[in-house]
């Protein structure tokens, strides 16, 4: 992307690597726990509401400025706010965008590693046995060790290097569209899976019946920084991925498509895993644990349990990769167009600072488990607590902000290809109802 001019080669790819940065740990491991939570139904419904009224307006916002200013996040805000008359503080937006993102990626490449390893020690039949008390102290086992973490943490990284390096058509189209397909392909053997359970039913009855009476301010807040936050808006990563994007493609019907898929998989990660707690007698609300604590559990007592283990954690790690590849890119990017480096040089400098901070980040559930000074948190949590609950939503909200309020209203309507009711409906939305509703997920989240 050094020139601008790097385009994807169609706009399936483009889908698909959106879709694909969408898709991540959010989807299959953090979703399935949060309908638990929220008692099933009443959450899924929120959740879909607000994914539409809220996270869209904020993802197209998001293309729209990296298609316009076919550049790093950094530069495009710089060359879209002198272009409007707008303040030039505007690239702090796109500085903080590209920042946030790597920062991500340096404790998400640890959780990549936590499925890798998971996916061998399926396969290798390690949960076979294993009582409650088993599972948990694999999981402590693993935590306790900075040279397994480690292990892992860089072989995750390595893999997102080796994608990122190789471009936009060599590395991130290509990486797609085997991911993603696999990725389909691997739940769709998951659902299936879910029907031989006998408790395929009850799955559908928890999380499609919906009782009103489970709707409440906290659950509607859960919904909303979950539909926000999967679909990736807020770390620079769509506005990376709109730079790469042509004129020819429309930016409403595309969202809807990556809205779709990213929904679609979702609801499926339920459907794969609520059936295998159903039939093991476990719990729905078991938070985050619900993956690598809970499930193994339930594939210890299968008979098929290391192939089904197996499957599942591979699953999770091709969804960890494909959002990784993604939060490297705006760096890269931003690296690329500003330096000497070149694409390859510039993916080894900026994934080798996020492996580090990852490192002592992965230090942080064993030799440097104290708290941090003034936050009272060890580092790991206190990356996740800073990007998800602070920079995100801030990104977020003066993404959609700049594009409801800032640039020429008319020119967006006309790139959007939207007119009369439409044009007032998505006015409604992206310039009082998703800036308010980002507003709303940053309060609760500090409050």
């Known amino acids: 992307m050094s020139t601008g001019t790097a385009h994807w080669g169609s706009r399936l790819t483009f889908v698909l690597a959106a879709a694909g940065s969408a898709v991540g740990l959010g989807n299959i491991w953090k979703f399935p726990y949060m309908v638990g939570e929220g008692g099933g139904a009443a959450f899924v419904l929120v ?25 790093n996040p950094v530069d495009t805000m710089r060359d879209l706010s002198a272009a409007n008359g707008r303040s030039g503080a505007w690239v702090l937006l796109g500085a903080s965008a590209v920042i946030v993102g790597a920062v991500i990626l340096s404790f998400y490449s640890v959780v990549g590693g936590w499925s890798l390893y998971y996916t061998v020690e399926a396969a290798t039949g390690a949960f076979a046995g294993l009582d409650g008390s088993g599972v948990e102290a694999l999981f402590e086992g693993m935590l306790a060790s900075p040279l397994t973490l480690l292990l892992w943490h860089s072989a995750f990284m390595g893999a997102t290097i080796a994608i990122v390096a190789r471009g936009v058509t060599g590395g991130l189209e290509a990486a797609v569209r085997l991911l993603m397909p696999a990725l389909a392909v691997l739940i769709a053997v998951l659902v299936l899976y879910g029907t031989t359970t006998g408790h395929f039913g009850e799955t559908l009855s928890y999380m499609f019946a919906v009782d009103f009476g489970r709707i409440d301010g906290g659950l509607v807040i859960a919904a909303m920084g979950q539909a926000f936050f999967t679909l990736s808006v807020g770390a620079g990563v769509m506005m990376a991925y709109g730079a790469y994007l042509g004129r020819e493609t429309s930016l409403l019907s595309a969202a809807w498509t990556v809205v779709i898929l990213d929904t679609v998989i979702a609801l499926s990660a339920g459907l794969v895993i609520f059936p295998i707690v159903f039939a093991n007698g476990l719990e729905t609300s078991a938070g985050p644990g619900l993956i690598f604590v809970t499930l193994p559990i339930a594939f210890a007592q299968m008979a098929v349990g290391s192939v089904v283990g197996f499957v599942f954690f591979l699953l999770l790690a091709f969804a960890a990769l494909t959002s990784a590849i993604s939060l490297l890119e705006p760096a890269v990017a931003f690296t690329e167009q500003r330096s000497r480096l070149g694409r390859i040089g510039s993916t080894l400098v900026i994934g080798g600072l996020c492996w580090a901070l990852g490192i002592a980040a992965l230090l942080s559930f064993n030799l440097w488990s104290a708290p941090l000074p003034l936050v009272g948190l060890g580092l790991f949590d206190a990356l996740d607590g800073l990007t998800s609950k602070i920079m995100l939503p801030l990104n977020g909200f003066f993404a959609v902000l700049f594009v409801g309020w800032f640039l020429n209203r008319r020119g967006v309507l006309e790139e959007l290809g939207l007119s009369g009711l439409r044009a007032k409906v998505w006015l409604a939305l992206s310039c009082v109802v998703a800036p308010l509703g980002v507003v709303a997920v940053f309060l609760a989240e500090m409050l």
């Open 47 to 71: 959740y879909l509401a607000c994914i539409v009224l809220i996270g869209m307006p904020v993802l197209v916002a998001e293309w729209l400025i990296g298609r316009r200013g076919q550049k």
